[in-house]
């Protein structure tokens, strides 16, 4: 009687994950897992939240949350992501070393407990990849590392002291990922020996993210942002091009989506720029729910930006998304956006933080409907081909099996 193989275990590492069903929080960690879950058994670790389970099942993959601090006052993670969380409130900082030694400790357990564990992939360097580094040697078990940057870990965090972490833990992960070719050009800058593998984050272009039933009624005079409201996604030069029609006739209507530490002062911005029901702020929307927002535009706008503290766009995922369910994008050219739009083909690129030339490219669009369809459908083409779960899962699929957690 054949035996059947036992599935490779691999332990999942993140900050950012769904606290409960239907949270607004980023669910693309949550949405890697159970897509590979259908050939790995897999389990995610991540911060606890004030009214979050500490233990449970989402979309069928195991998590657990490891708390911090005191449960209530739980606040270094989500609703913005960490740095921006210690940024707005510096008496965070005093929560950092608390969760740093939960998360390895949380790890540890769990590697003693599942003594067949075969990989931990740790989203992010700092603190998971450190954390998995720490944890396996304190555990004095030999098991694979992957590490997997987002683009805030990899640009942001500067500083001498910050990027020796960094490099340390790039010569000492066994395998490193990056979403975009322009984090693996800032790999081989910080350590010259690393080779990244590049495999952007999915999303589900057959089924979720796709055109409405009824495209013909997209309302090729509305714009669309999609995103966390922080700083290096410029909402401000989008209110600023915006209001370049005030003085004339041009009619759009914009639907803000999203929730982040800068809700209120862009609310308050848009108000003194005078829009009143042109542009609507729609508040934090759960991830099953976006489709519907996109489709209804015709145009998603996302006029991305270097932060102050060199943090920039990793990928870009809200563009394929948009791509999918049939907008024509206009974003700023910055590297990593540049895996995505393909300047005049597959969508619009301006330069950023320029407010005078994004109007110029948003009224051009509102005035050129038929251009922007024949774009639009070239880019979900491309998204498709690139982006779709099915390109991403075995993408990753291959490369746990060449770390050793499919042998």
């Known amino acids: 009687m054949a035996v059947e193989a036992r599935r490779p275990r691999v332990l999942m590492l993140t900050s950012t994950l769904p606290r409960w069903a239907g949270d607004a929080e980023p669910g693309f960690v949550l949405d890697l897992a159970r897509e590979l879950s259908a050939g790995f058994d897999i389990e995610l670790v991540a911060p606890h939240a004030p009214g979050s389970a500490r233990s449970e099942r989402m979309q069928g993959v195991a998590v657990t949350r490891f708390r911090y601090w005191w449960p209530r006052w739980q606040s270094v993670a989500y609703q913005g992501g960490m740095a921006w969380r210690v940024r707005e409130n510096p008496l965070r900082l005093a929560q950092l070393p608390f969760f740093f030694v939960s998360l390895v400790w949380t790890t540890i357990r769990r590697l003693r407990r599942e003594p067949r564990v075969d990989l931990i992939h740790a989203h992010w360097l700092i603190p998971q990849g450190l954390a998995a580094l720490v944890a396996r040697t304190l555990a004095r078990r030999r098991i694979p590392i992957l590490c997997t940057s987002h683009g805030g870990d990899l640009f ?93 006739s041009v009619a759009f209507s914009a639907e803000i989506v999203g929730h982040g530490p800068l809700a209120d002062a862009l609310a308050e911005r848009a108000r003194a720029l005078g829009f009143h029901d042109s542009v609507n702020f729609t508040g934090p929307v759960p991830h099953e729910s976006l489709a ?5 535009a015709a145009i998603a706008v996302f006029p991305f930006v270097e932060a102050a503290d060199g943090d920039q766009e990793g990928f870009g995922l809200v563009m394929v998304e948009a791509m999918g369910c049939g907008c024509a994008v206009i974003a700023s050219d910055l590297p990593a956006v540049r895996d995505v739009i393909r300047d005049g083909e597959t969508g619009i690129l301006v330069p950023p933080g320029d407010p005078q030339a994004l109007a110029a490219a948003i009224r051009e669009a509102l005035e050129q409907p038929e251009r922007m369809r024949a774009i639009a459908e070239r880019g979900r083409t491309y998204a498709l081909q690139h982006f779709d779960w099915s390109v991403t899962r075995r993408k990753f699929a291959a490369l746990y099996r060449s770390l050793g957690s499919g042998q």
């Open 292 to 296: 519907q927002h996109y489709q209804r």
């Open 156 to 248: 942001g965090l500067p500083g001498a002291l910050l990027t020796s972490l960094k490099r340390a833990i790039l010569r000492r992960c066994d395998g490193v990922s990056v979403v975009s070719q322009a984090m693996a050009v800032r790999v081989r800058e910080i350590e010259p020996g690393s080779v990244a593998e590049v495999i952007p984050m999915g999303t589900d272009l057959r089924h979720r993210f796709v055109p409405g039933m009824h495209a013909v009624h997209q309302d090729p005079a509305r714009l669309v942002f999609v995103g966390r409201l922080v700083p290096k996604k410029g909402l401000e030069h989008l209110l600023d091009a915006l209001h370049e029609f005030a003085r004339t």
